[in-house]
């Protein structure tokens, strides 16, 4: 049976580079998102480049209904072998002004449900030694450099944050199970991504993908930095 991928809150940006570049290798992908119109698109334009994908619109931050999202994913799939996460609530504003509730909704979606799905596919991971690979970003470092910038970003830095703790704490909680957990910490805006225009310096999303792809294929490291928007020690 081919080799899997279930990418959990699929886009434009870095989940997109992501299931073209292991496609290439040879594995079936299965995307997940709101946006059932925008999953055909991504199903047609993959299945042209001989990319065997299939598509499940679900909303994660309905936890309730993860448990059946999974169950549709496995009677395709059969097994799922890796995950990748890359949902997120992304809102702007210092913690002076942010609306106490958009916190709520940030570290809902990055910790609740991440830790969710990891628990729905976990059998499926450890019977196949698989891989649950995280994206996350700059602000989710303790550092000062970067709390000057991530002031302005609340919400996300201190969702960001405790998605960072959550899977380290996964790569502790499973070493003696030989499920591999590692993430890609995005030190920049994502090119061809909202928010990226203009911006002095930007990551591709092919670079970060290929991060992953390196990451998959050697399983050492649990957490690298992809770019150099802020100077980081």
Not at 130 to 136: D, E, F, K, V
Not at 170 to 190: E, R
């Amino acid at each position: 049976m081919r080799n899997n991928i279930i990418i959990f809150g699929y886009g434009t940006g870095i989940s997109r580079a992501l299931a073209y570049r292991f496609g290439r290798e040879g594995y079936s992908v299965g995307l997940v998102a709101r946006n059932a119109e925008k999953l055909k698109q991504a199903i047609l334009e993959l299945n042209v480049h001989n990319i065997e994908a299939y598509a499940f619109s679900s909303d994660l931050s309905d936890i309730e209904n993860i448990p059946e999202l999974i169950k549709k994913i496995k009677n395709q799939f059969g097994e799922i072998k890796n995950i990748h996460w890359n949902a997120f609530h992304e809102i702007e504003g210092n913690l002076l002004e942010a609306n106490p509730l958009d916190l709520t909704k940030s570290f809902h979606i990055r910790i609740s449900s991440y830790i969710a799905t990891v628990q729905a596919c976990l059998n499926d991971l450890k019977r196949n030694q698989g891989s649950i690979l995280s994206t996350n970003g700059i602000f989710a470092l303790d550092l000062v450099g970067v709390d000057l910038v991530a002031k302005e970003y609340s919400s996300l830095a201190i969702a960001a944050a405790a998605q960072y703790k959550t899977t380290n704490l996964l790569a502790h909680s499973l070493v003696d199970s030989d499920v591999y957990v590692s993430q890609v910490i995005v030190n920049g805006f994502v090119d061809g991504t909202p928010g990226s225009e203009d911006k002095a310096y930007t990551v591709h999303p092919e670079t970060i993908a290929e991060q992953f792809w390196s990451l998959q294929q050697h399983k050492k490291e649990t957490s690298v930095l992809c770019g150099k928007t802020i100077k980081v020690a």
